[in-house]
């Protein structure tokens, strides 16, 4: 150890000193000289001289964290939907444009460089990515706070369409390594699963284990326009021991590596097919795996500058993303009271006070639990204490509630009807200071439906946070035309608080305001053909109206209420050919789970109505079917931008949130929507006639259900909607297969339209007529559209984490002097 200061160079970020820079990494970093670099040489260099200029504020900022005693806040999720680093960095240190030229001097083109880089894509979805836009508002907000996750080396599938249908590939993003990271071996801790509990004394010990290490990887989350960063810490599994010696000196090398690779397989890959027995219980392993790690970790950060676990509850805050974290609940009490000799209550007080978590969804079937047979064997010591928390807490409510046996067995931590199994969304509200929704109709549904019981007791404990999406990424980075016409107008300084945005109401009937916003648009729309005309092969008039609906396929999104629409109107375009057709590109991007056969049957749906659709001379341009594969961060940040209608079409009181509807509304698109999740914020911020609503309300869908819902009959009293399905269960679409789709015909017909596609279906097709009409007036669709990105306001994550801070976690910024 020493404490002699470092001395180093300061960095300034002139185009010279830029060019220098990446000169120098190209040299000293990379090993390679301008002749022999490859294209992934050039971006990998001038990664380092962007995540050079990041250390200074990033040690600056864990220097003052320490020295301000700050309260930190530990945000747990099994994913992280970062994407790509590169622009994102260079927007945030302010020197986006004198790296493109530093570059250019050097003969490369950045654009080329920033689409080589591959999406960090370790997450699934809305949850992932709602975690990575929550790090860059937690940084920009200089929220001291910490991303925990594992450090998946595949990440999310990549899909590809063949035949028009979904094809995983493995996705393995750090093949050319990852110039973002810092690999810390030093800071690792061992893992321990399996085993047996015996009792010494007072104490319990957990013994037998076999073991893994978790080792950190650090990534710097820089803050918008300030000094403050913050770290995205991801856990990586390594056996204890590099390899069996006994079995290699017995010559068995195969058995020698396996033992290895088996103990290593925790942090191989997101998401593991859980429609089977092992792959659920990799996902468990998966699960404690990186909240052990994460509690070992903070553990030992709090040790550093406190003597006593006395003030541990105010300098700590976790946060649970979902329930996949909430074996950190046990195992902190496993640490404190096993290892660190807190008294069973102590203990308890402070995880209580610590512990706070997120809802993301009301669907039954979506509600994680975990088999106790399972649990018993991987866990055994986590499972006792559980079982503890749930006498004690049975105990309590039994009390209260004078002995209600059917009240009891229903909130119990254990699901004790047929096999047994541990409700991991109870165990998080028994032991969380807060538990919240993620729009304002899911935090009350939560509370009247899922978790009533649990709202009656503890009435104080549930609150609502709206979601939120960076402003940054979204807006700044995604769509370069329309944020430099925002500058033009109102400066720049909405990237720091969106609700600057209101002012470009005043612009709303300026006539030059409305072209060069509708220009803006264009850009976009002419970017994304221009990269989609590789894949589809297709023309695509720019000028018609791009209609998109992203998001993972998933029958409660409802892309088959979204193609029937397309169906019912390719055969009204073909009985009248001559009507005034407003021209429509249809656009569909998304990944289906891979064990999820529905959802891959509608992917294959949409591919086969494309065929037909876009090769039919009769239709031309007036309308267009696509499906762009591998839907993920960067094909987002390309597709929404281009967007004219945004499709939210949940069936009202299934989506939770949706964030993608914030995304595409940012970005000047009108919303076609149900009264489901943010859609009713979103309704109420940019005024309803600025937005399509129609279909079942959450009560509506209700009623409906209770009083009898009969989609047959749906089928027989609308002609067109029924020739659509008629259609699509006779082979018209799939004249090779003519079956191929019938089970789609009766999920929707016959067995119970579960999702009240059929029952929504007239009233969206209004709706879409009412789009028709409005998109013709250029002048007032374009007026619609500036009023949706004026209304965005509350819709940054800023907001969203400024409420987390405020009134979950008790935190407050840094002070940076
Ligand atoms: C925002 C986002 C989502 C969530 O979209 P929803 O429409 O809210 O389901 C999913 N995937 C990616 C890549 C996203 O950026």
């Not at 910490?146 to 393995?172: H, K, L, S, T, W």
């Amino acid at each position: 150890m020493t404490t002699v200061d470092l001395e180093f160079d300061q960095l300034n970020s002139t185009v010279d000193a830029l060019r220098r820079s990446i000169s120098n990494r190209m040299m000293y970093g990379v090993g390679k000289d301008a002749v022999t670099a490859h294209p992934h040489d050039w971006l990998h260099a001038a990664a380092l001289a962007v995540r050079d200029r990041l250390v200074a504020r990033w040690m600056k900022t864990t220097r003052l964290q320490y020295e301000q005693d700050v309260k930190r806040v530990y945000y747990l999720s099994m994913e992280f939907l970062i994407g790509r680093t590169f622009t994102n960095a260079l927007l945030a240190l302010g020197i986006h444009d004198q790296m493109r030229d530093a570059l250019a001097s050097l003969g490369v083109d950045m654009q080329a460089l920033t689409d080589i880089e591959p999406d960090a894509a370790l997450g699934n979805g809305g949850l992932g990515r709602l975690a990575a836009c929550f790090l860059d508002s937690m940084a920009t907000l200089g929220i001291p706070g910490f991303g925990y996750g594992i450090r998946y080396e595949y990440g999310m599938f990549r899909q590809e369409i063949i035949n028009g249908e979904q094809v995983e590939a493995p996705d393995y993003w750090l093949r050319a390594g990852n110039p973002w990271e810092f690999p810390r071996p030093e800071i690792k801790y061992m893992v321990h699963f399996g085993g047996r509990t015996v009792q010494r004394g007072e104490q319990v010990e957990w013994i037998d284990t076999e073991h893994v290490n978790a080792t950190a990887y650090d990534t710097v989350i820089p803050g918008y326009a300030t000094d403050a960063t913050n770290t995205l810490r991801l856990w990586s599994a390594r056996a204890t021991d590099e390899l069996d010696l006994g079995a290699f000196n017995r010559g068995d090398y195969r058995n020698a590596v396996d033992t290895k690779n088996m103990s290593e397989n925790v942090s191989r890959l997101l998401y593991p097919d859980d429609s089977t027995q092992a792959g659920r219980e990799l996902r468990l392993r998966q699960e404690y795996f990186f909240v052990s790690a994460t509690m070992q970790d903070l553990i030992r950060r709090y040790q550093r500058t406190h003597s006593t676990f006395g003030r541990f509850s105010e300098k700590v805050a976790v946060h649970l993303n979902d329930t996949h974290p909430v074996l950190a609940i046990p195992e902190l009490m496993r640490l404190l009271v096993d290892i660190h000799n807190l008294s069973w209550d102590k203990a308890w007080k402070h995880v209580t006070q610590i512990f706070s978590y997120t809802n993301h969804t009301l669907m039954p079937e979506a509600l994680e639990t975990w088999d106790v047979e399972m649990l018993a064997r991987l866990l055994p010591r986590h499972l006792e204490i559980i079982f503890e928390i749930n006498a004690q807490f049975l105990k309590h409510v039994s009390e209260q509630s004078g002995h209600d046996a059917e009240m009891i067995r229903r909130i119990s931590l254990v699901d004790e009807y047929g096999q047994r199994r541990v409700r991991m969304a109870h165990l998080a509200i028994v032991a969380s200071d807060k538990v919240n929704g993620v729009s304002k109709l899911h935090s009350q549904l939560m509370t009247r439906d899922i978790f009533a019981d649990f709202a009656q007791l503890y009435p104080d404990r549930f609150t609502n946070v709206t979601n939120g999406i960076t402003p940054r990424r979204w807006l700044a980075q995604a769509s370069p035309s329309m944020s430099s016409l925002i500058d033009q107008h109102i400066g720049s300084h909405w990237r720091s608080n969106l609700f600057e945005l209101e002012q470009l109401r005043n612009l709303r009937t300026d006539s030059g305001f409305i072209d060069a916003f509708r220009e803006a648009k264009r850009q976009s729309k002419l970017r994304l053909v221009h990269r989609l005309a590789h894949h589809t092969k297709l023309p695509f008039n720019p000028d018609a109206l791009f209609d998109m609906q992203v998001k993972r396929i998933h029958e409660y999104k409802r892309q088959l209420l979204n193609l029937l629409h397309v169906i019912v109107r390719y055969n009204q375009i073909r009985a009248n050919p001559e009507h005034d057709w407003v021209p429509r590109v249809v656009m569909f991007a998304g990944k289906a789970a891979s064990a999820y056969r529905m959802a891959k049957t509608i992917i294959k749906l949409i591919g086969d109505v494309g065929q037909k659709v876009n090769h039919d001379p009769l239709v031309g341009d007036r309308l267009k079917v696509v499906f762009v594969p591998n839907y993920g961060v960067s094909v987002a940040e390309l597709m929404i931008p281009a967007a004219d209608l945004s499709e939210q079409i949940s069936m009202a009181g299934t989506e939770a949130s949706g964030t993608g509807n914030m995304k595409l509304a940012l970005n000047g698109a009108l919303t076609i929507g149900t009264m489901d999740g943010a859609n009713i914020e979103i309704c109420d911020a940019v005024g309803r006639e600025n937005i399509f609503i129609f279909g079942h309300s959450a009560d509506e869908v209700d009623d409906l259900r209770a009083s009898g819902y009969r989609p047959r009959q749906v089928y027989e009293e609308n002609a067109e909607l029924r020739m659509a399905l008629d259609q699509i269960r006779t082979g018209f679409f799939s004249p090779d297969d003519p079956l191929r789709f019938s089970d789609i015909f009766h999920t929707l017909v016959d067995w119970g339209d579960h999702y009240m596609v059929l029952a929504d279906f007239a009233a969206f097709a209004k709706a879409q007529a009412e789009v028709d009409a409005r998109f013709v007036d250029k002048r007032a669709w374009t007026e619609s559209a500036i009023e949706n990105v004026a209304g965005m306001g509350q819709f940054s994550s800023d907001r969203t984490i400024g409420e987390y801070a405020r009134n979950i976690w008790h935190v407050s910024s840094l002070n940076l002097e």
